[in-house]
């Protein structure tokens, strides 16, 4: 009977923060630069059709960059607009429970995101059409982009916990994401690998989001990978919860 009343009231505010989004002009924005960034840096940036591969690869490898800057501009007002217009407290008033309100507000948003990624299938029939593309890395990229895009938010959420001002919460969320991108990246590792010790050189590379969406788009779902992603998600809804119940008690 719990768990019904839970996922519940889980639902609600669910369909309450979605319906949000396209209720006004922010989703329709978010939406269309997306698609007009990633359009722009796949096709003239990286020369999408001059390169004469018929896969995604250079589509994909812009995700995480637009993701760094784009999402936390999605997560900076879940929680800082609420404290903004005095309405967190009202919210915590209600027969619901921190966690039932940042899964609701997560998932709303998480899933706003991937319509988002949705909306760029257009990508994998073009490959269809120029040539005879493997779908199985391509349906695995898309994969691992969603969950990275839920990485993301999971960092904007917590930090949009922190503090009233969106743009704090947006600078702040790109910081730390940023970190989390150049953990793994290649040039910086390769940089590293000059002087750090292997065991370092390994363990930052675990812990940047690339190495791990690297791997995905390979085509090869890896327990490991699955599990860090949603170990990242968790832990910073877990830091979110417990700075909302600080403020609570308050």
Known sequence: MKTKE???NIMAIFKRELSGYFDSPVAYVFIVIFLLLLGFFT???SRFFEMGQADLRTFFEWHPWIFLFLVPAVAMKLWAEERRMGTMELILTFPVTVTEVIVGKFLAAWIFIGIALFFTFPM???VSYLGEPDIGPILCAYIGSFLSAGAFLSVGIMTSSLTRSQVISFIVS???CLFFILAGYPPVTNVLSGWAPIWLLNLISE???LSHLISIERGVLDLRDLLYYFSVIAFMLVVNGIIIQ???AL
């Open 246 to 248: 600080n403020r609570r």
């Open 207 to 209: 812990m940047g989001f």
């Open 6 to 8: 839970t996922a519940n």
């Open 43 to 45: 096709f003239y940036i």
């Open 124 to 126: 994998v029939i073009t």
């Open 174 to 176: 790109v910081v730390i």
